[in-house]
């Protein structure tokens, strides 16, 4: 492995995270030791023929991350405090399904939960960071505020008021490091072990796991054609502490939660002292009429607690996402957000600060509409075309994947032996807690090239049906 080997501008992953990783694997194999000197980043970008920026983002991760050890002049070396980890033992490897963790491999075909990493404008991306980080005064050294950036709060509360039709301040807008920290910090101002909480039937299982690892009573409600069924939820628990809802575009079926089912939520909230916790993890991509406004829009009585994320509208490895809160519970969710100390990188928030504020977001979004839309249809067309009647696209108005229900057939075995070939198809019945499952398959469009890809992929798919 050679530091100074052409990095490729041609892969998803960004410059900067590639010349990290290379040096994680330097030090791993033992090319680089405790207290040997690192090449100078003027010296390093020349070499690879990359901006200073790139090498410096590289290296300020490195020392984050208590790799390296910057010794002012005397250059940056590799910090003696450091020990090669023992070799770990080899690993199987593995697809995402329902019950998988993030392992840091590469995307595989028709995976769920990515934006189009070949589309993201990188190289507008690197020059914002490599500003952001050439600009870092005191607030870059000293201890963050636990709620998150001053001006990506700032940016978020404006953005969120314009687009998603919620009135907020940036005090009530925490930024946490990913969407199951805004959980844990809710969890942890607000809910106590043991309390019920309504669960969309079927639902996110990330979101599931994180709920019951966290000690709360999960209660299945089911979700029909017109999103979560209120009146069951009223009927089964009708004192439960909160609900977690995907209103906008619901997870993973798609279909929107209509306004009469909207206010008999919030009502039951206010009645209830409850909360909701609103999941509005895509609803900037919609293909057919306007996006719906957010259902904390509609909030008068403060009763729900918004979530969103960059990950699926930037990429998942900034492992950003946001939490607006009541006003009333702004204090509360300082000092819990204190105690956890769930921070994202300063350099990263204040980049996405940047891209909000520039207009370079609003442009990002109206672009990957127009081509979700496209790669959409590819596939949908692809799959009709190639799985006939063993299955039906259920086409929606928005979000990121497509589902296939099935006519007949198990989509488990179907689902593992699309993995086993490489495909990241997830079966919709491993959604399910309790209910009896449907039968579909989940498969993610946004990654999908070409139509030529689309009908590669299909035919592939098709041949694996069990």
Same mark, same amino acid.
Request: aromatic share 8%.
């Given at each position: 492995?050679?530091?100074?080997?052409?990095?490729?501008?041609?892969?998803?992953?960004?410059?900067?995270?590639?010349?990290?990783?290379?040096?994680?694997?330097?030090?791993?194999?033992?090319?680089?030791?405790?207290?040997?000197?690192?090449?100078?980043?003027?010296?390093?970008?020349?070499?690879?023929?990359?901006?200073?920026?790139?090498?410096?983002?590289?290296?300020?991760?490195?020392?984050?991350?208590?790799?390296?050890?910057?010794?002012?002049?005397?250059?940056?070396?590799?910090?003696?405090?450091?020990?090669?980890?023992?070799?770990?033992?080899?690993?199987?490897?593995?697809?995402?399904?329902?019950?998988?963790?993030?392992?840091?491999?590469?995307?595989?075909?028709?995976?769920?939960?990515?934006?189009?990493?070949?589309?993201?404008?990188?190289?507008?991306?690197?020059?914002?960071?490599?500003?952001?980080?050439?600009?870092?005064?005191?607030?870059?050294?000293?201890?963050?505020?636990?709620?998150?950036?001053?001006?990506?709060?700032?940016?978020?509360?404006?953005?969120?008021?314009?687009?998603?039709?919620?009135?907020?301040?940036?005090?009530?807008?925490?930024?946490?490091?990913?969407?199951?920290?805004?959980?844990?910090?809710?969890?942890?101002?607000?809910?106590?072990?043991?309390?019920?909480?309504?669960?969309?039937?079927?639902?996110?299982?990330?979101?599931?796991?994180?709920?019951?690892?966290?000690?709360?009573?999960?209660?299945?409600?089911?979700?029909?054609?017109?999103?979560?069924?209120?009146?069951?939820?009223?009927?089964?628990?009708?004192?439960?502490?909160?609900?977690?809802?995907?209103?906008?575009?619901?997870?993973?079926?798609?279909?929107?939660?209509?306004?009469?089912?909207?206010?008999?939520?919030?009502?039951?909230?206010?009645?209830?002292?409850?909360?909701?916790?609103?999941?509005?993890?895509?609803?900037?991509?919609?293909?057919?009429?306007?996006?719906?406004?957010?259902?904390?829009?509609?909030?008068?009585?403060?009763?729900?607690?918004?979530?969103?994320?960059?990950?699926?509208?930037?990429?998942?490895?900034?492992?950003?996402?946001?939490?607006?809160?009541?006003?009333?519970?702004?204090?509360?969710?300082?000092?819990?957000?204190?105690?956890?100390?769930?921070?994202?990188? %300063? +350099?990263?928030?204040?980049? /996405? @600060? !940047?891209?909000? #504020?520039?207009?370079?977001? =609003? $442009?990002? *979004?109206?672009?990957?509409?127009?081509?979700?839309?496209?790669?959409?249809?590819?596939?949908?067309?692809?799959?009709?075309?190639?799985?006939?009647?063993?299955?039906?696209?259920?086409?929606?108005?928005?979000?990121?994947?497509?589902?296939?229900?099935?006519?007949?057939?198990?989509?488990?075995?179907?689902?593992?032996?699309?993995?086993?070939?490489?495909?990241?198809?997830?079966?919709?019945?491993?959604?399910?807690?309790?209910?009896?499952?449907?039968?579909?398959? %989940? +498969?993610?469009?946004?990654? /999908? @090239? !070409?139509?030529? #890809?689309?009908?590669?992929? =299909? $035919?592939? *798919?098709?041949?694996?049906?069990?």
């Amino acid at each position: 492995m050679t530091l100074n080997a052409a990095l490729d501008s041609r892969l998803a992953l960004p410059l900067y995270r590639q010349l990290y990783q290379r040096f994680r694997q330097a030090l791993d194999e033992g090319q680089l030791r405790p207290g040997d000197r690192v090449p100078a980043v003027r010296a390093l970008a020349a070499e690879l023929n990359v901006a200073r920026g790139t090498v410096e983002m590289a290296y300020q991760q490195l020392i984050a991350e208590g790799f390296l050890l910057p010794r002012g002049p005397a250059g940056t070396i590799v910090s003696p405090q450091w020990s090669r980890p023992a070799a770990p033992p080899a690993a199987v490897p593995s697809v995402p399904t329902a019950s998988a963790t993030h392992a840091g491999g590469a995307p595989l075909p028709l995976q769920l939960g990515l934006p189009a990493l070949d589309a993201f404008p990188r190289k507008l991306w690197t020059r914002l960071a490599a500003r952001q980080l050439r600009s870092q005064g005191l607030e870059g050294l000293v201890y963050p505020d636990a709620r998150g950036h001053a001006g990506l709060r700032a940016a978020l509360a404006t953005y969120l008021g314009l687009s998603r039709g919620i009135a907020c301040r940036p005090e009530q807008v925490f930024v946490c490091a990913g969407y199951r920290a805004c959980l844990a910090l809710i969890v942890q101002t607000l809910l106590a072990p043991g309390a019920a909480c309504w669960f969309e039937e079927p639902g996110y299982f990330i979101a599931r796991r994180a709920l019951q690892d966290a000690g709360l009573e999960l209660v299945p409600v089911p979700v029909d054609a017109a999103g979560l069924d209120v009146a069951t939820g009223l009927a089964r628990a009708p004192t439960a502490r909160c609900a977690l809802v995907t209103p906008s575009h619901q997870s993973p079926l798609g279909v929107s939660l209509t306004l009469p089912r909207r206010l008999a939520l919030l009502d039951w909230a206010g009645r209830q002292n409850a909360w909701i916790i609103e999941d509005d993890y895509d609803s900037e991509y919609r293909y057919q009429g306007k996006p719906l406004p957010a259902l904390k829009s509609l909030d008068d009585g403060g009763r729900v607690l918004y979530t969103g994320t960059f990950s699926k509208v930037l990429f998942p490895g900034l492992r950003l996402a946001y939490l607006v809160v009541p006003p009333a519970q702004v204090a509360a969710f300082r000092r819990s957000a204190d105690r956890l100390h769930n921070h994202a990188p %300063l +350099l990263l928030q204040g980049t /996405v @600060a !940047s891209f909000l #504020e520039e207009g370079h977001f =609003a $442009r990002h *979004l109206n672009r990957m509409r127009s081509l979700y839309r496209q790669r959409r249809q590819w596939l949908a067309e692809a799959l009709t075309s190639a799985l006939g009647d063993a299955a039906r696209i259920d086409l929606q108005a928005g979000g990121l994947h497509l589902l296939a229900r099935l006519s007949q057939g198990d989509d488990r075995r179907w689902a593992e032996a699309a993995q086993a070939d490489g495909l990241a198809v997830q079966a919709l019945s491993r959604w399910y807690l309790e209910a009896p499952p449907a039968q579909g398959l %989940l +498969l993610g469009f946004t990654n /999908v @090239a !070409s139509g030529g #890809e689309a009908v590669e992929l =299909a $035919r592939r *798919l098709a041949q694996l049906k069990r």
